[in-house]
């Protein structure tokens, strides 16, 4: 038979199949086949595009001319919405699908969409060590730049889809935070489109108050349209020290000293269950021992988080060299744990052989195809949360989470929260060692309950002076919200700044309990 007729057939089948039991049916039930079939190739295209497009735009140097112009452009977006009688809330018009952050963002619809298409590189000083980058710009489209000429970001977080916007205006971390801190406290500016059309710069010096309060502010102060950022030397290889340990006052314990010991320069905890871990530390350096080589980012190559917890099973220590830019991408290609609940068989080595190549879909194409259906489910039976809790409330954050969710593994990274006039500080007057909590998966405590068993956590969060990453589900009462952040300085600038008739406050735009 005609192997293309052969193949027509099999799609025909397909079709059929999917009519027959429902499309949501398919998506909920057998995902794998719909993402394999569909996604994963799409997921190539995607990325094509994006990444030949930066690279031409950035070596033509058309990008400074061009950024002009779309800032001029959005400024008179928000002069037309002030002329029309500012009638709803602003809002960027990049869909919802689009963003990272599983949660979907129904403001989009109601809102006045202002049209932002800034996804370019705008220049790096190495003068002055900076790179300056528009909102869009992400991680992956970052360091495939940065590293190629020798520079890094001091903080690079994980997942290649991740933006500039959203990591300023959210938050974002990395293993190296234990020394730079969150990704804020790199940026050294920021640009803005405020609620009355004007264009401001600000940073430590210059508008300062606004500098401290635009990160965590969730696009609620004003338009972001360029930042700068801090870049550091890059070497070609992370040297990564891999240390499983068990018990879980061993862990805490081991963690807090290589997190406080400033000669690691990355500092990662993978915990697998309550009592057992590995602990990875790592240095950069341009020197690789040949037989210690490991270059994870190979498509064929186990998942990270599988590869580490072999550590665990053999019950022995281990030092790797792993090229720079596949060790900041470690966990990209199976999306941290993730992709083994959409893909089960996708660490199979048949499998990253012939397609690992193609992974990992788009988090962004996951979200446009999962239905309402799957949304509901993924709310009520699935976690993926991050909490950031004081290092001296590890041990009792780690217990909390196990009574609570039960879900594994964990992910540990520690990072320095300095003092500051933003939403996220210390409690105290000094800098203080604080540990990302990242629990992603399903539940298996059997009295798991969406909303009550996340207040629970995000109560012990508050009480132990701890912070809520706002990609995720929250299901905060706005005063309680306002207890676990700082709102001063932000509702004084929202204020002064005519924000409250432009942009919705971040509580309202972001929690559960605001928007139901």
């Known amino acids: ?188 500016a920021y ?89 990875m530390t790592g240095t950069m350096t341009d020197h690789a021992e040949p037989d210690k080589i490991n270059r994870i980012g190979l498509h064929f190559k186990p998942w990270f988080f599988k590869h580490v917890e072999g550590y665990l099973k053999r019950h022995h220590t281990g030092i790797e060299y792993i090229p720079l830019r596949q060790y900041y991408h470690r966990h990209t290609r199976s999306i941290f744990w993730e992709l083994q609940d959409i893909i089960p068989f996708g660490n199979n080595l048949v499998f990253r052989w012939l397609f690992g190549w193609m992974v990992p879909p788009k988090i962004s194409l996951l979200k446009l195809t999962q239905g309402e259906t799957i949304r509901r489910l993924y709310e009520q039976h699935h976690v993926v949360q991050d909490m950031l809790v004081p290092m001296k409330h590890l041990q009792a954050a780690i217990k909390r989470f196990h009574q609570d969710i039960d879900v594994y593994p964990l992910w540990l990274c520690p990072f320095l929260l300095p003092t500051g006039r933003g939403m996220v500080h210390p409690k105290g007057q000094e800098e203080e060692l604080y540990v990302d909590i990242g629990a992603y998966g399903e539940p298996k405590v059997k009295h798991f309950e969406a909303k009550a068993s996340t207040r629970q956590l995000e109560k012990f969060v508050r009480d132990v002076h701890g912070f809520q990453m706002l990609y995720a589900d929250v299901y905060m009462e706005r005063d309680e919200f306002w207890e676990m952040f700082d709102g001063q300085l932000y509702h004084r600038l929202r204020e002064e700044l005519g924000c409250k008739n432009a942009f919705p406050e971040v509580y309202d735009k972001i929690c559960k309990s605001a928007r139901h």
């Open 191 to 279: 640009e803005l489109v405020l609620a009355d059309g004007s264009l401001v710069r600000c940073t430590e010096e210059e508008n300062s108050d606004l500098f401290h309060a635009v990160p965590w502010s969730c696009g609620t102060l004003g338009l972001l349209v360029a930042a700068e950022i801090k870049i550091v030397p890059a070497k070609s290889w992370v040297k990564l020290h891999y240390e499983p340990v068990r018990g879980l006052e061993n862990i805490c314990k081991r963690f807090t000293e290589v997190s406080e010991n400033k000669q690691n320069m990355f500092v990662e905890g993978i915990q697998y269950t309550v009592d057992s871990a590995v602990i």
């Open 1 to 188: 038979m005609d192997p293309l007729l052969f193949l027509g057939g099999l799609v025909l089948l397909f079709l059929m199949w999917i009519k027959v039991k429902g499309l949501d049916y398919v998506i909920v039930h057998q995902r794998w086949i719909f993402v394999c079939l569909f996604l994963l190739p799409l997921s190539v295209l995607f990325d094509v595009y994006y990444y030949v497009r930066a690279w031409l735009i950035f070596k033509m140097c058309s990008a400074p001319k061009l950024h002009d112009q779309r800032v001029r452009d959005i400024q008179r977006q928000v002069r037309e919405w002030r002329k029309e009688g500012s009638k709803t809330h602003m809002c960027t018009g990049r869909p919802g699908w689009l963003t990272v952050s599983l949660r979907v963002g129904k403001y989009k619809k109601t809102h006045k969409n202002i049209i932002i298409n800034m996804m370019d590189i705008l220049e790096v000083d190495t003068n002055r060590q900076v790179v300056r980058v528009e909102p869009l710009a992400n991680m992956g489209q970052v360091t495939a730049l940065l590293t190629s000429i020798g520079w890094t970001l001091p903080v690079l977080p994980e997942l290649d889809d991740l933006t500039v916007g959203g990591l300023v205006m959210g938050t974002g971390i990395e293993s190296s935070s234990h020394i730079y801190g969150l990704f804020q406290h790199i940026c050294v």
